[in-house]
């Protein structure tokens, strides 16, 4: 499978092979669970429930932990759908194989921000981190008409930065920031460095790491730790270290209660 910045559903194997699922002329009854992603957990949920409005003998659950769940769920085969945010890595694909003697099947369903141009639609990943300049992304004569981002409730964005004066500068380190914590412990994070990289720079690890840790100044200093684990630093930027690690324990306890 191609390497995929997008939102997917991983479908195991049960879903076409009926392990929980048994059909009865034009019926579905049994029980049908859905373990993962927490972006995608509304609009799975929302299936599930049509689904069983039309087979009153399906039985439908959904668990919100994460795209990582959903990985180890499909694996040990506990669910039946595995909502993701990202794609399965190569170790998952071959743990995946490894274990049910083929690979996932993964269908998409939903994309992130949609860069509309007078040519062709474009991911914002694509387009933002493709190349080291935008301009590169776009063909002769093709021009952004539209951005299309999709909504998202219950979350907090924030866009923090490094600067040399309190005035309007140029960012030496940012972060970008989108949250969800419920009960005290994250359920959803995404977070792109900028500043660090020749392009922007998304912290999956990271935000794997986040999901389900509760707000506390431990679980920011670990994380902020991880994000420079894999740093290359040059002669003269080793600071950029520093502050990309206080930029992130901040936007972390930021969203204590």
Known sequence: MRRRDCLTLLLGAALSAGRRLNAAESQLAGRLTATGSDTLAPLCLAWLEQLKAAHPQLSVEMQAGGSATAVKALI????DLGPMSRSMSQAELDAFRARHGFEPTPVLVALDAD???????????????????????????ELV??????RIEGATMHYDKFRLRDAIDFAIVSI??????EKGKFTGARIVFGGVAPVPLRAQEVETFL?????????????????????L???????????????LKASILRMKA
Not at 117 to 141: H, Q
Not at 212 to 228: D, H, I, S, Y
């Open 76 to 79: 040990e085969g506990s669910t």
């Open 211 to 231: 999901i389900g840790k509760p707000v506390t100044e431990t679980v920011a200093e670990e994380a902020a730790e991880l994000a420079v684990k894999d740093a």
């Open 176 to 181: 970008s920031s989108m949250y969800s914590v």
């Open 115 to 141: 860069i509309v141009t007078n040519m062709r639609t474009l991911k914002a990943s694509e387009f933002c981190c493709g190349t080291l300049k935008v301009s590169d992304a776009l063909k002769t004569g």
């Open 145 to 150: 008409t539209r951005i299309d981002i999709p």
């Open 233 to 247: 630093v040059m002669s003269k930027n080793a600071y950029k270290v520093v502050e990309l690690k206080a930029l």
